[in-house]
């Protein structure tokens, strides 16, 4: 076992009412939430290193918020050495927060063993990586949901230093991918500007020097033709030498800055060029960058009681804007936004999510025979009124889908039913019912659920702005209004990064894309386009790697990143200045593609690791995906041959990405597969899932894994699904998996079988934790050992097998279990190498408490259903190695214990 360092606090700030105890290694939160809180400082961590945050806590006997996800928040802030703040946009293991740079959150009372009942207290345990530059941590533990004082005790930071290889090393800086290096090359950034209103930029500048000139940005104004405008520009320098700039000083290891930009009457757009002044200096820039125009144009401040319908709003923001009415709109009295609504802009209309919507389900309608067919549920009736608080089957799923309003084009598309003109009534009927501010459905206002709403709105417009009927064009205001205000709250969500880096990002940012182009005449269009293309290229840029890894653990969520990436590079073509970045993002995607294809399953489905939405075929969604948008990627010989889909047998791996896939395919149905995931672990909405594995053997699937959704699963539920208990995985001496990651450490082929050794430090500095798969050519037998060592005396863990729904499982002795499908029987058999084995067990629909749950799958609506679980035991002293084999017939049984006799594999495993 290597060194572990132990790291102590100090106790830095205390909250008035949060005293000391006598005790002095005891401190109290008390319950008055968020605000109730203690804070510590660590010095000198170790930078671009995991660590492992420990603290006992202790809850009072009639605490009420026993079953919480949230029950307490752990806020984390990395500082440089000289106690410089950093503003990390993504650190492994932590979640972005407002009220602290990054939070974990405890869970309550009910999640912990059953002995806690007694004590009153547990061991809180989790892993976060610590990214470089960061020295020094602040950690504030804060009341969240806790309806009583809680204690805290014994906190410490244990961290190692591991040696890494050089993919891990890859890995390693992705809390900076999108940071600039500066040089004393200017490195550009182009806005929008809007007309009479300042522009706001904040960012941070990152100084490894021990002395540092700072840095620069360059200041270019342009008017509508692209010409630079001569300055002088106010409150900005100017020299021959170097132009008109703005010094940005930096006397510490971290500065955050603001630039406010006022434009000439002019100006169209600004372009702000950041360098450095000697090429010795070593200052980095934070992106994304912050931006926003001023607080008179903020979403706040023009929301009011006295404009509370969209073309209020609209009108309240013209007189902001000091917009005078078109001679035209003065004449014939109309609208004062009818001199936006562009026909011939609105006839090109291209947005984002019914073009992704095809490519998942192809054209499948969501209206029939006057009924609302959604999420795969019962055909609903469409009643004449409807109140916007439907829930028919008590689904959020289908309430996500119903308040997007998508189904509105598909009845648009239907005369019968009223086409057009039923459509927008309805929507607009959504506006009147949903007040800003006031949802009848807090589901409503998801950000997806906006995103996908506004672009149901710019379609809607569409179709009727050639109509010169009266109603129509007072259908056509409305619905231009709403699409501002819905510009306005999208705009200011995605330049505030506030979900950077997520898929929510990319498609919130496509959506007010498609909104700016075709709103071109609104003097805020040329603003919103700049935000949208400079936060898409930087949330690419966070999502996928250089080589088509990403940190994005859901491979449907994945598929789904590719697909809004390629909707998005074929939308901009016909806009010359973004062919760059057209191309930077298609070389990812392509390189993505090629791991996404590689590990499709031969019945055409992505393995369900992470996050997974069943009522997709993946096959159909990469074909229609590709035909559509991707033809040019198909130049690519790797690709090809990947979509060729070649027969036999047939290993996948994506180090970088974590995932590894056997198989062995003759195009017919009896084939087999194994994928198992290893890649990094994010907290925020991930699966604890790390070595986890599903498995096909001759057309049957066995092993699965449960699954599931943050957008249909809540509460123990969401809980269960991503705890390390719903996968198959190993747990020793009951320490579930936190965050991390896995790498390779050994590969080996031998008498036609693969084997593969992962190393994961998922479990914490404690343990040396090594998962080894052996997997035969055809896959007709499989082994799974895990190998722990730590520096106790004793050490055991438990292994976890979840079987599909409808696979039966039974004990037949303590050294067999088997499982049953139809005529189909599969032997799991324990085998030991080093310790001693302890036994095994079936849950099915263990519900007891909400930290125990066990033996369940997810529903396809969402929720959960039971289903077989086999767990199995293994102990020793301060190291253990053992596993199970799993095969359907006696000969690959042979063949597999054949296999473990071989000195080289016996090295391989222990």
Not at 372 to 381: A, F, I, Q, R, S
Not at 447 to 473: C, N, Q, W, Y
Not at 836 to 854: C, E, K, T, V
């Amino acid at each position: 076992m290597p060194e572990v360092r132990r790291i102590l606090p100090a106790l830095r700030d205390q909250a008035a009412e949060d005293s000391p105890s006598p005790t002095g290694d005891i401190h109290v939160v008390s319950n008055h939430n968020r605000w109730s809180r203690i804070v510590f400082d660590f010095k000198d961590v170790s930078g671009d290193a995991w660590c492992e945050l420990n603290f006992q806590i202790a809850w009072h006997q009639e605490e009420e918020a026993r079953t919480v996800h949230d029950f307490a928040s752990v806020g984390i802030d990395f500082l440089t050495g000289d106690g410089s703040s950093i503003d990390f946009a993504y650190v492994p293991g932590l979640s972005r927060t407002q009220i602290d740079p990054h939070s974990y959150y405890i869970a309550g009372p009910a999640y912990y063993d059953r002995s806690s009942d007694h004590s009153h207290s547990s061991q809180v345990k989790f892993n976060f990586f610590i990214p470089a530059p960061a020295q020094h941590l602040t950690v504030t533990i804060r009341s969240w949901r806790n309806s009583h004082p809680f204690t805290i005790s014994d906190l410490k930071i244990h961290q190692i230093v591991q040696t890494r290889t050089a993919v891990q090393d890859q890995i390693v800086p992705v809390s900076r991918r999108t940071w600039w290096d500066l040089s004393t090359t200017p490195r550009w950034q182009s806005y929008g500007i809007v007309p009479g209103h300042p522009l706001v930029v904040r960012g941070q500048l990152i100084n490894e020097n021990s002395e540092s000139d700072g840095a620069l940005a360059h200041v270019i104004f342009r008017d509508e033709k692209g010409e630079e405008l001569a300055p002088p520009y106010e409150g900005v320098s100017s020299s021959p030498a170097i132009g008109t700039f703005i010094d940005i000083p930096i006397h510490r290891q971290a500065r955050r800055f603001t630039l406010e930009l006022t434009p000439p009457s002019q100006a169209a757009t600004v372009e702000l060029g950041f360098q450095v002044r000697r090429d010795e200096s070593l200052i980095r820039l934070v992106t994304p960058l912050e931006v926003s125009i001023g607080d008179d144009l903020l979403l706040e401040h023009i929301l009011g009681e006295d404009n509370p319908s969209p073309l209020s709003f609209v009108e309240e923001v013209c007189d902001r804007l000091r917009c005078l009415p078109s001679s035209e709109t003065f004449k014939m009295r109309a609208s004062l936004v009818d001199q936006f609504i562009d026909p011939e802009t609105l006839g090109s209309l291209f947005t984002f999510h019914d073009g992704l919507r095809a490519v998942q389900h192809g054209e499948a309608p969501t209206i029939a025979d006057r009924t609302l067919v959604l999420c795969g549920l019962e055909p609903w009736p469409i009643p004449e009124a409807i109140e916007w608080t439907e829930d028919p089957y008590r689904s959020p799923a289908w309430r996500l889908e119903f308040q997007s309003l998508s189904w509105l084009l598909d009845l648009a598309t239907r005369p019968q039913l009223g086409g057009y003109a039923r459509a927008a009534d309805l929507a607009i009927s959504w506006t009147q019912s949903n007040p800003w501010g006031q949802p009848r459905d807090a589901l409503s206002t998801y950000p997806l659920s906006m995103a996908v709403r506004a672009e149901v709105f710019l379609h809607l417009l569409a179709l009727g702005a050639t109509s010169k009927s009266a109603k129509d064009i007072k259908r056509q205001q409305k619905l231009f209004a709403e699409i501002i205000r819905y510009a306005f709250a999208l705009s200011e969500i995605v330049s505030q990064n506030i979900f950077s880096p997520s898929i929510i990002q990319l498609r919130t940012a496509c959506t007010l894309l498609a909104i700016s182009r075709a709103t071109r005449r609104f003097p805020l269009a040329s603003y919103w386009k700049s935000v949208a293309l400079t936060q898409l290229r930087s949330g690419f840029d966070q999502l996928i790697g250089h080589e088509g890894s990403s940190i994005e653990q859901s491979l449907h969520h994945r598929l789904e990143i590719v697909s809004i990436g390629l909707l998005l590079v074929h939308s901009l073509k016909d806009m010359l200045e973004t062919s760059e970045f057209r191309e930077h993002l298609n070389a990812r995607l392509k390189d993505s593609l090629k791991i996404i294809v590689g590990i499709t399953d031969p019945a055409g489905m992505l393995p369900a690791l992470g996050d997974t939405l069943r009522g997709y075929h993946h096959a159909s969604w990469l074909r229609r995906l590709i035909s559509n948008y991707g033809r040019s990627l198909l130049s690519d010989p790797k690709l090809t041959e990947e979509l060729s889909y070649p027969t036999g047998p047939r290993i996948f791996v994506s180090e970088g990405d974590g995932i590894v896939a056997f198989r062995d395919y003759e195009r017919k149905p009896h084939w087999s597969y194994l994928c198992a995931s290893f890649g990094e672990q994010r907290h925020e909405n991930g699966h604890f899932n790390c070595s986890s594995f599903v498995y096909t053997a001759r057309g049957i699937r066995w092993i699965t894994d449960p699954g599931g959704s943050g957008l249909h699963d809540s509460g123990s539920t969401r809980q269960y699904l991503t705890s390390s208990k719903a996968h198959n995985i190993a747990i020793p001496d009951g320490r579930d998996q936190s965050s991390g990651f896995g790498w390779i450490e050994a590969r080996a082929s031998l008498n036609n079988a693969n084997i593969i050794r992962i190393g994961t430090n998922v479990y914490g500095p404690g343990y040396e934790h090594g998962r080894t798969i052996i997997c035969l050519d055809n896959l007709d037998a499989i082994a799974i050992f895990d190998r722990f060592r730590s520096s106790g005396d004793s050490i055991s863990f438990d292994g976890i097998l979840h079987f599909e729904e409808n696979v039966a499982v039974a004990l037949a002795n303590p050294g067999l279990a088997l499982g049953f499908r139809n005529k189909s029987r599969l032997r799991i058999i324990p085998h030991v190498m080093t310790g001693q084995y302890s036994g095994m067990g079936i849950d099915n629909g263990r519900n007891d408490r909400p930290g125990s749950l066990q033996g369940f799958v997810s529903h396809p609506l969402g929720g959960l259903q039971p289903a077989n679980v086999l767990t199995y035991k293994f102990s020793g002293s301060g190291d253990v190695c053992g596993g199970m084999i799993l095969t359907i017939n006696e000969h690959g049984l042979r063949r597999i214990m054949d296999l473990m006799a071989e000195q080289k594999v016996r090295e391989l495993l222990t």
